[in-house]
């Protein structure tokens, strides 16, 4: 049974830090794609950060510089470091893991939320 499991939202203050991660099992971690993606109340849910199977990484243009993606495949674990959070930052948080090679899979995690106080 395949289950992401996300870890480390919470409440901050502004300018803060969290680090949240995303613990994968059932999977074979290594050749995935790992992303978070953020979903905002009546908002359309958005990529967040990406890092490939080959660590090559990629990022929203509202998070460049403040957040970064990082992955441990000895622990099957991703990660996102938040840092100078601000109050439009507040979402829930989703880990997301997907793959084109074989075994193809497409996998989400249940979300963990952050809420950034002004």
């Known amino acids: 049974q395949v289950q992401l499991v996300e870890s480390g939202g919470g409440l901050v203050q502004a300018g803060g830090s969290l680090r949240l991660s995303c613990s994968a099992s059932?999977?074979?971690?290594?050749?995935?794609?790992m992303h978070w993606f953020r979903q905002a109340p009546g908002k359309q849910r958005e990529l967040v950060a990406t890092?490939?199977?080959?660590?090559?990484?990629n990022y929203a243009d509202s998070v460049k510089g403040r957040f970064t993606i990082s992955r441990d495949n000895a622990k099957n674990t991703v990660y996102l470091q938040m840092n100078s959070l601000k109050p439009e930052d507040t979402a829930v948080y989703y880990c997301?893991?997907?793959?084109?090679?074989?075994?193809?899979?497409?996998?989400w995690g249940q979300g963990t939320q952050v809420t950034v106080s002004s």
């Open positions: 997301h893991a997907e793959t084109t090679l074989l075994p193809r899979g497409d996998y």
């Open positions: 059932g999977i074979i971690f290594g050749i995935h794609n």
């Open positions: 890092i490939t199977r080959g660590g090559n990484t």
